[in-house]
């Protein structure tokens, strides 16, 4: 069976990586608090998704794929 992973999966993974939770990414990403985790379940507009992919260094492509 395939594994879904999703943007909030790659994004998750990305943070742990730069040792950084989701909620000083989304203040670095000047983010309201929460909206990360509701990708989850809502796709994030790419304004939103670029200013993550800046603070986690890589492209929106990087998440998204």
């Given at each position: 069976?395939?594994?879904?992973?999703?943007?909030?999966?790659?994004?998750?993974e990305?943070?742990?990586?730069?040792?950084?939770?989701?909620?000083?990414?989304?203040?670095?990403?000047?983010?309201?608090?929460?909206?990360?985790?509701?990708?989850?379940?809502?796709?994030?507009?790419?304004?939103?998704?670029?200013?993550?992919?800046?603070?986690?260094?890589c492209?929106?492509?990087?998440?998204?794929?």
């Amino acid at each position: 069976m395939l594994e879904v992973v999703t943007v909030f999966d790659r994004i998750s993974e990305r943070a742990k990586e730069k040792r950084m939770s989701i909620n000083q990414l989304e203040e670095k990403a000047e983010l309201s608090r929460g909206s990360i985790y509701k990708w989850n379940s809502v796709s994030p507009c790419v304004k939103n998704l670029k200013k993550v992919a800046d603070v986690l260094g890589c492209s929106v492509n990087d998440l998204i794929e």
